[in-house]
């Protein structure tokens, strides 16, 4: 025959062939299907016969990426996986041959309806939340549709909704500062806690420290009571005793203040005459408290001497 290419003769006069694992074979009479051969050697008319074409039951994937919005006016790219395959049965085989051209775009085609009507009544947020459940939406859509064409659906994934970087960047910065208020609220609660137990310290201290300090005022008056008392059993005069007591405290108090390290510089008069002046004024507010007292009709305040001793004076 002219014009016809010999290889292809004989390729088309072959008896057998073999067809794959996972694999099936169109075979037509004059152009017309006669069957699906399965896997292994198979036998043809030759010259009436041929192999049309060979169909893969490999699970295959379709990549996808499709625009939309979501109810808040945000734009996003949603990346779709669909997994799918041709079914076993012969008839599947058939339909999948003769009844689709290019099934991923058929696919493609019924996920972009599925997204577009689930996406734009959802926030961006709810979006990333129910993800799954789009997903789902889509692999029982294109199950129902694709199976009428010979394909299943393995598996239909969202693997990503990504927005536009500038929104990225705006829910990162409303992030950070949810985890900074956060954070700013449990620093003011650890210095709030770190105060009142400041303050509960200082209270109990300055507790600790009135006691010790009403207990020191407490011994000394007790020790006073008792030099009094001895003073009053030697038949001493009670005024003349306080007064020295007086000038024995002052004196304490001066050396006290000699010893003292941090200390600053106190100008005293302490000649002599100093003392016995001082000594002077304190006999005198003692006799004028005592005059005091006694036209008021109160008792004086001397210490009495345990015993009553005295009181005997």
Same mark, same amino acid.
């Given at each position: 025959?002219?014009?016809?290419?010999?290889?292809?003769?004989?390729?088309?006069?072959?008896?057998?062939?073999?067809?794959?694992? %996972?694999?099936?074979?169109?075979?037509?009479?004059?152009?017309?299907?006669?069957?699906?051969?399965?896997?292994?050697?198979?036998?043809?008319?030759?010259?009436?016969?041929?192999?049309?074409?060979?169909?893969?039951?490999?699970?295959? %994937?379709?990549?996808?990426?499709?625009?939309?919005?979501?109810?808040?006016?945000?734009?996003?790219?949603?990346?779709?996986?669909?997994q799918y395959k041709v079914g076993p049965g012969?008839?599947?085989?058939?339909?999948?041959?003769?009844?689709?051209?290019?099934?991923?775009?058929? &696919?493609?085609?019924?996920?972009?309806?599925?997204?577009?009507?689930?996406?734009?009544? &959802?926030?961006?947020?709810?979006?990333?939340?129910?993800?799954?459940?789009?997903?789902?939406?889509?692999?029982?859509?294109?199950?129902?549709? &694709?199976?009428?064409?010979?394909?299943?659906?393995?598996?239909?994934?969202?693997?990503?909704?990504?927005?536009?970087?500038?929104?990225?960047?705006?829910?990162?910065?409303?992030?950070?500062?949810?985890?900074?208020?956060?954070?700013?609220?449990?620093?003011?609660?650890?210095?709030?806690?770190?105060?009142?137990?400041?303050?509960?310290?200082?209270?109990?201290?300055?507790?600790?420290?009135?006691?010790?300090?009403?207990?020191?005022? &407490?011994?000394?008056?007790?020790?006073?009571?008792?030099?009094?008392?001895?003073?009053?059993?030697?038949?001493?005069?009670?005024?003349?005793?306080?007064?020295?007591?007086?000038?024995?405290?002052?004196?304490?108090?001066?050396?006290?203040?000699?010893?003292?390290?941090?200390?600053?510089?106190?100008?005293?008069?302490?000649?002599?005459?100093?003392?016995?002046?001082?000594?002077?004024?304190?006999?005198?507010?003692?006799?004028?408290?005592?005059?005091?007292?006694?036209?008021?009709?109160?008792?004086?305040?001397?210490?009495?001497?345990?015993?009553?001793?005295?009181?005997?004076?």
């Open positions: 025959m002219i014009g016809r290419d010999p290889i292809e003769g004989i390729r088309h006069a072959t008896l057998f062939f073999t067809v794959e694992q %996972q694999e099936r074979a169109i075979v037509e009479r004059f152009g017309k299907f006669v069957r699906v051969a399965g896997p292994g050697l198979q036998t043809k008319t030759p010259f009436v016969e041929r192999v049309a074409g060979r169909m893969s039951l490999q699970v295959e %994937q379709l990549n996808s990426q499709i625009e939309t919005k979501t109810k808040d006016n945000v734009f996003v790219q949603v990346k779709l996986a669909v012969d008839q599947q085989v058939q339909d999948a041959y003769y009844k689709l051209d290019d099934p991923e775009v058929q &696919m493609q085609s019924y996920a972009f309806d599925v997204v577009r009507s689930h996406i734009p009544s &959802m926030d961006l947020d709810e979006a990333y939340a129910d993800a799954d459940t789009i997903a789902m939406h889509i692999q029982e859509t294109l199950h129902a549709q &694709m199976g009428e064409y010979g394909y299943e659906i393995v598996k239909a994934l969202i693997t990503n909704i990504e927005p536009d970087q500038r929104v990225k960047d705006a829910m990162n910065n409303i992030n950070a500062a949810q985890r900074n208020q956060v954070a700013a609220s449990a620093q003011g609660d650890a210095q709030k806690t770190l105060a009142v137990k400041k303050a509960e310290g200082e209270k109990e201290t300055m507790r600790l420290q009135g006691e010790g300090v009403a207990a020191e005022r &407490m011994a000394i008056a007790q020790g006073l009571h008792e030099s009094l008392d001895v003073i009053a059993q030697h038949g001493l005069d009670l005024k003349e005793a306080m007064a020295l007591v007086a000038l024995t405290q002052y004196t304490d108090m001066i050396r006290a203040l000699g010893e003292a390290s941090n200390t600053n510089t106190v100008l005293l008069p302490h000649s002599p005459s100093s003392v016995g002046d001082i000594m002077s004024q304190i006999r005198d507010g003692i006799l004028i408290a005592d005059a005091a007292s006694r036209e008021t009709g109160a008792r004086p305040r001397a210490i009495p001497p345990a015993g009553g001793a005295a009181a005997s004076r």
